[in-house]
Nanobody
């Protein structure tokens, strides 16, 4: 069972950029899709987007055009590049490959 550890969060001003990393404890070659999720204060966790083993992406409308999810199978790492950040992007961000529970996530705060 592969576990994922998120990192790269922090405080950023509106319009800024941040890249999150999702390091897997084992090989991700066999994982078809890895997703990024986020949970804002007082809200339920929701999907941000996914990347498949073939490099196909899905994004929710609210982040489309601003966020990019990619994966490096050789490094067992999935990335979330976030540009043009908005205050409403503030949340704890998680990654998950569907084979286990949730990690601690990484906090992203967008504020001036």
């Amino acid at each position: 069972q592969v576990q994922f550890v998120e990192s790269g969060g922090g405080l950023v001003q509106p319009g800024g950029s941040l890249r999150l990393s999702c390091a897997a404890s084992g090989s991700i070659y066999s994982i078809y899709a890895v997703g990024w999720y986020r949970q804002a204060p007082g809200k339920q966790r929701g999907l941000v987007g996914t990347v498949t083993s073939g490099g196909s992406n899905f994004y929710v409308d609210s982040v489309k055009g601003r966020f990019t999810i990619s994966r490096d199978n050789a490094k067992n790492t999935v990335y979330l590049q976030m540009n043009s950040l908005k205050p409403e992007d503030t949340a704890v961000y998680y990654c998950n490959g569907g084979s286990g529970g949730w990690g601690q996530g990484t906090q992203v705060t967008v504020s001036s």
